[in-house]
C-alpha cells in the first residue's frame, strides 16, 4: 500500500508539548490554590481540548463559570509559553523533509486553537512543510469527530484510501476510524501502545522511519 498524503495529529506525534501544557495547566490550578499534577499525568488528560482539559484537572463540581475563567487564563498564559519546553520527537523534521520530498501532501489536525496550532507548527517546522494546518475552531466539532478529516480530504482532493492517519491517542485512532482512514498510532506520545491496540490501529509506529516506510510503501 502506498499513500499521497498525511494526516498528522500535533501534540504527542509531531511535537512533545507535554511539560509546556502541564505548566500552563498547573499556573492556572495554583493561583487558586487547588492541586496540581506532574507532566507524566497530563498525559492522561490532555487529547480533548483546552476546554475538557480544564474540567478534568479542576475539582468535581467546579461551576461552568469558573471553568470559563480557567479556559481562559490558560489559553494567555499557554499561548506566552507554547515553546519554552515544547519540541519535536526525534526524526520528525527528518521525516517530513523525506515525505515533501516524495511529492507527499502534508496536514496537521489538532483539538488545539487554530491560531495557535499554526503558530507552534510554523515556529518548528517553518512555513512550507504542511499543506493545511487545521486546529480547532468554530467551523468544526473537536476530534473524534470526522468533519475535519472529511475536509482535509476534500481540499486535498483525495481518495480516503490515499490518506495515512498519523496519531498518539485513543482520539486520534477513533477520529481515523470515523472518517474511514488508515489508522497509525505512535509510541512515543503520549498514551500507551496498548491503547492504541485497543483502539485498533492498523499499524503501530516506533519511529519516524517507520512511517516512512509505511507512507511510501516501503520503496526507497
Known sequence: MMFK???????????????????SSNYVLAAKGYPVFTSEQYKKFVGNGAAIL???????GTSQEELDEALAQFQVYYNAHKDIKTAPYPGIPELLARLKAREFRLC??????????TQIIRHYFGDETFDIIMGKSSDFPVKPDPAS??????????????????????VDMQTARNAGLVKCGVCWGFRSEDELKAE???????????IFELATGGTQ
Open 5 to 23: 498524503a498525511v494526516i498528522f495529529d500535533l501534540d504527542g506525534t509531531l511535537l512533545n508539548t507535554i511539560d509546556d501544557l502541564a505548566d
Open 200 to 210: 485498533g490501529a492498523d499499524y503501530l509506529a516506533h519511529s519516524a522511519d517507520d
Open 108 to 117: 496537521v489536525l489538532s483539538n488545539k486553537p487554530h491560531e495557535i496550532s
Open 54 to 60: 480544564m474540567k478534568r484537572i479542576h475539582p468535581a
Open 149 to 170: 478529516c472529511h475536509y482535509l480530504i476534500d481540499r486535498l482532493g483525495a481518495d480516503k484510501s490515499e490518506v495515512l492517519y498519523v496519531g498518539d491517542s485513543n
